[in-house]
């Protein structure tokens, strides 16, 4: 079994609460939109750190992350990029992906909205972690936990952190 902290979208901020909810996490994946090269460093220093770099994000980040991520954890093949779009409508060649590589957990970012779907289609379960930052349209940052156990995902958890607080 390993445990997962998964974010996307923090442009640059870390909310001081990611720590404490990723505290028993063996892992952190980011779905991109990082923001900085500090802010993976910062992350990479806490947990082992898997991600994909964001529209947003610069040159250092795009030489060091790749666009698209597909890994095996516990058995189950993931397949984690930024700009992804949903079950039903999923960006350019996504789909193509999903099906060639028979992916089970697709994680994007991109939104700033949290969704957690299943694609019943491709036979796979799509989450986007919403918003971890504080720059966007989003009201709510967000952020989720869950355990990968033998090719299956459970005990998923949200934190919700309402924007406004922040001023």
């Known amino acids: 079994m390993i445990r997962i902290g998964l974010l996307s979208d923090t442009h640059g901020y870390i909310h001081p609460k990611v720590f404490d909810f990723f505290k028993e996490v063996d892992e952190i994946w980011h779905a991109g ?26 040159h250092d980040l795009r030489v060091s992350l790749p666009e698209n991520r597909i890994f095996i954890r516990e058995g189950l093949k993931i397949l984690m990029t930024h700009i992804g779009g949903y079950p039903g409508r999923y960006a350019k060649g996504i789909k193509e992906i999903l099906i060639r590589e028979k992916v089970k957990l697709f994680i994007s970012g991109h939104s700033h909205i949290l969704k957690v779907m299943n694609d019943k289609k491709l036979n796979l379960l799509h989450v986007n972690p919403g918003a971890a930052g504080k720059n966007g349209l989003h009201h709510v940052i967000t952020f989720t936990r869950f355990t990968v156990d033998k090719g299956r995902i459970a005990d998923l958890e949200i934190m919700e952190i309402e924007r406004a607080s922040l001023q």
């Open 33 to 58: 939109d990082i923001g900085n090269l500090e802010t993976a460093k910062n992350l990479a220093s806490f947990k082992p750190l898997y991600a994909v770099y964001g529209n947003i994000d610069g």
